[in-house]
């Protein structure tokens, strides 16, 4: 089992940063690719940024791109999501998300693992 806990959220006006972290247990990890998600009020979950076992690959969302980075730090069993610019939109509870598979995953079916989540709250 691997256990996800995220932390880094809060409150921020628009035009603000914030960087979410997302501890992971478990010796595996290194051959883990990751995801975060995120889900706002009466919206589905939707995939923001994902990042292949060793960094090589990465995928945004369109909405987020050039604003986010998502990093993997394999030394520490952690992924950082780093969020510039932020607007209202981006209000959200953001998911960590772990897959037992080495290459990107794009829905939320191709993750093992999840986290309990982290509010981000943008306020304009």
């Known amino acids: 089992q691997v256990q996800l806990i995220e932390s880094g959220g809060g409150l921020v006006q628009a035009g603000g940063s914030l960087r979410l972290s997302c501890a992971a247990s478990g010796r595996t990890f290194m051959s883990y690719a990751m995801g975060w998600f995120r889900q706002a009020t009466g919206k589905e979950r939707e995939l923001v940024a994902a990042?292949?076992?060793?960094?090589?690959?990465?995928y945004y969302a369109d909405s987020v791109k050039g604003r986010y980075t998502i990093s993997k730090d394999n030394a520490k069993n952690t992924v950082y999501l780093q969020m510039n610019s932020l607007k209202p939109e981006d209000t959200a509870r953001y998911y960590c998300?772990?897959?037992?598979?080495w290459g990107l995953g794009y829905t939320a079916f191709d993750y093992d693992y999840w986290g309990q989540g982290s509010q981000v709250t943008v306020s304009s």
């Open positions: 990042i292949s076992w060793n960094g090589g690959s990465t």
């Open positions: 998300a772990a897959r037992e598979r």
